[in-house]
DNA sequence: TTGATAATGCGAATTATTATCAATAAGAAA
DNA sequence: TTTCTTATTGATAATAATTCGCATTATCAA
């Protein structure tokens, strides 16, 4: 089911409205292939809203969220990041130089670990797993002496 | 090799100084068996140093991750907690109602998953495993409608 | 003991996120 | 269509965790 689709049942079922905002905050994730954080997909917004409200982008994801239509993640930033709701889990793992996000699967923990937790007696609601260190690229930089990587992307609070 | 003797090597190492504080709050994180956020460090470490100041517990616990002596866990409340390094690796539930946490290990993280990771040429550094959900306690207290799990600890910012 | 300076305490600053509230707009009903 | 109810928004203030700046203090090597 795609997430309009799953969008627009659960504005029927609640006494939500279709907003543009809520749309246009939707679209943008759906288009995105990155893990964005609010402020990222605010600027994305408003390139085709400019009146479009911070505190609307962060009303928005928090809905989608309850809804089930987004994820957020805490990867170890100051900040969340934002990705929509996937068929398959996957797990983060976030370069400590460049900030790099690179999805990895690991069916161990569905297939294994889980049902183990689930047998001590716990509900799960969620399961982030996020491995932190450096990828390739920035260990081959940062070996040769240049301690900056190859596409260093900037901490977004120091702006 | 206990917390204290690499303490005083890594000291040693670097040109630090052994002060109160830091013996004080490093005795508080030994001597509980909770993960304990800033705030809790922060009200022992007053009982025997009422002069302390937050900055410096802070401070200290940046410091003491560092130096590996401690590590920092966000568990999806919007403060981190922390517990003096461990022997063998472990990770965590969080139960969304009591906010009781609960340890456990993994061995297919780091027999196959982690190596699995390594091989993709990533570099890893640190390993984070949340789970959240719902304890026994909790599930049994919330399906008899009371809404609140027998021993819910209050959330730290209301108040 | 003394001197260099690491570390502290205090308060201000920062940053991500949330709350307030008057103004707006979605959408059901008339 | 027009009207009406109220969910939602935009603007901005408030919050809360953490960090910074700096004068003062304490550590520790000489
Ligand atoms: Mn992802
Ligand atoms: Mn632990
Ligand atoms: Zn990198
Ligand atoms: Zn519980």
Redo the contacts between chains.
């Keep these: 089911m795609s997430n309009q689709i799953s969008f627009q049942s659960a504005i029927k079922s609640r006494n939500l409205r279709m907003t543009n905002q809520r749309r246009q905050v939707l679209r943008v994730l759906e288009e995105s292939d990155e893990h964005l954080d609010a402020e990222a997909i605010y600027d994305l917004v408003r390139k085709q809203n400019p009146r479009i409200s911070l505190a609307t982008v962060y009303r928005t994801l928090a809905l989608f969220k309850e809804l089930g239509l987004v994820n957020e993640h ?1 990867l ?1 930033e100051d900040h969340s990041h934002f990705e929509t709701a996937q068929e398959e889990p996957h797990y983060h ?1 976030t370069c ?1 130089s460049c900030r790099k996000i ?1 999805e ?1 699967s ?1 069916p ?2 569905e297939e ?3 049902p183990r ?1 689930a047998k ?17 690229d920035c ?1 081959a930089n940062l070996i040769e002496g240049k301690k900056q990587c190859s596409s260093p992307r900037p901490i977004h609070n120091q702006n």
């Design positions: 805490k170890g793992f400590l690179i990895f690991a161990e923990i294994t670990l889980l937790i001590q007696g716990l509900e799960i609601n969620e399961v982030h797993l996020i491995i932190s260190g450096y990828c390739a260990q």
